[in-house]
């Protein structure tokens, strides 16, 4: 987990601008005195130098899965990040919570990825997702608008329609139907930021 890291990448990150406020410091310094053409080559590739090191210790600060401010378990699988909370809430609070943090409730559309969030959830508890009963088109539709495609996951005998079970949510059986009204943990997705090579 990248949290234990949270300090280490603070101070890096100061090194860097007090290394690079030191270096603009010496140019705008040694910019009044006269430079011959050779004091200025080596200059410039002393600021290349220094630059090229920050860069490099920057390659290594990035987190393709930025939630450090969000308490919670967070995986990465196929370019995806994934925010598993540790609060429970209903589904509408659910949903409201992955837009907070840039993300939406987890949609699932491959086996991998089924077998993924199963592997990683398994044991936690129940998490909703993000698949809800569309009563004026009388069909189940993921948040992002897409429609369920077959039910291949569902547990046996789900979904049931009785009682206002109109949102979805993954259990270590299946998909189950509840009330949007029930509290539950939820998983968070969003695409995982890109990081330089």
């Given at each position: 987990m990248c949290l234990d890291r949270k300090p280490?990448?603070?101070?890096?990150?100061?090194?860097?601008?007090?290394?690079?406020?030191?270096?603009i410091i010496a140019v705008i310094v040694k910019g009044t005195e006269f430079l011959t053409s050779q004091d200025y080559d080596q200059q410039k590739e002393n600021i290349h130098q220094k630059l090229d090191q920050v860069k490099a210790g920057l390659k290594h600060l990035c987190r393709p899965c930025p939630w450090l401010l969000f308490q919670g378990d967070q995986s990465l699988f196929q370019r995806n990040c994934y925010f598993f909370s540790i609060s429970k809430k209903n589904w509408m609070e659910s949903v409201k919570a992955c837009k907070y943090m840039g993300a939406q409730l987890v949609v699932i559309k491959s086996n991998e990825e089924q077998s993924f969030l199963q592997g990683i959830s398994k044991k936690k508890g129940n998490f909703w997702m993000g698949l809800s009963y569309n009563n004026k088109e009388s069909k189940w539709q993921w948040v992002d608008g897409s429609p369920?495609?077959?039910?291949?996951?569902?547990?046996?005998?789900?979904?049931?329609?009785?009682?206002?079970?109109?949102?979805?949510?993954?259990?270590d059986y299946g998909w189950n139907a509840l009330p949007c009204s029930h509290e539950s943990l939820w998983i968070c997705m969003k695409p995982a930021l890109p990081c330089p090579k």
């Open positions: 280490f990448i603070t101070v890096l990150k100061l090194i860097s601008i007090v290394l690079l406020a030191a270096l369920l495609q077959g039910r291949t996951y569902w547990s046996a005998g789900e979904p049931k329609m009785r009682g206002n079970k109109d949102c979805a949510i993954r259990t």
